[in-house]
């Protein structure tokens, strides 16, 4: 299966949380980032097809969100520029591709990784 299929089939994208701002399909926002699990995320992203979900979290303060503490609904994004700083943080540009639904988290200690289905729009 490509990265670029449609089907209803759940996929594995690594999970980005982010603190402050939804990110919507057809947006393409910066992202300051620097967890350093969330690092690891755009790492495996970039390895891969560039994919990553994007998923708010409850609380913007929490520093090492659980599954508990990210809404289970968000978009998947493909990343269109990683820039890694000085200061050992990473500036990304996101594109919001599709809405998608947390399936399941996937046991992963230094990343973030979720199973992801596709959320039909409504138009």
Same mark, same amino acid.
Request: glycine residues 6%.
């Given at each position: 299966?490509?990265?670029?299929?449609?089907?209803?089939?759940?996929?594995?994208?690594?999970?980005?949380?982010?603190?402050?701002?939804?990110?919507?399909?057809?947006?393409?926002?910066?992202?300051? /980032? !620097?967890?350093?699990?969330? *690092?690891?995320? =755009?790492?495996?992203?970039?390895? +891969?097809?560039?994919? #990553? @979900?994007?998923?708010?979290?409850?609380?913007?303060?929490?520093?090492?969100?659980?599954?508990?503490?990210?809404?289970? /609904? !968000?978009?998947?994004?493909? *990343?269109?520029? =990683?820039?890694?700083?000085?200061? +050992?943080?990473?500036? #990304? @540009?996101?594109?919001?591709?599709?809405?998608?639904?947390?399936?399941?988290?996937?046991?992963?200690?230094?990343?973030?990784?979720?199973?992801?289905?596709?959320?039909?729009?409504?138009?």
């Amino acid at each position: 299966m490509s990265a670029d299929s449609k089907t209803d089939e759940a996929r594995i994208l690594p999970l980005l949380p982010l603190r402050d701002i939804i990110v919507f399909p057809h947006m393409v926002v910066p992202l300051f /980032v !620097g967890r350093e699990k969330s *690092i690891k995320s =755009l790492d495996e992203a970039m390895a +891969g097809g560039k994919d #990553v @979900l994007l998923a708010a979290q409850k609380m913007a303060k929490t520093n090492d969100p659980s599954p508990e503490d990210i809404f289970t /609904v !968000g978009t998947i994004g493909n *990343i269109i520029q =990683l820039l890694r700083l000085p200061d +050992g943080t990473v500036k #990304v @540009l996101i594109e919001g591709k599709q809405r998608a639904k947390i399936d399941r988290f996937i046991d992963a200690d230094d990343l973030f990784r979720v199973a992801v289905s596709p959320v039909d729009e409504f138009v």
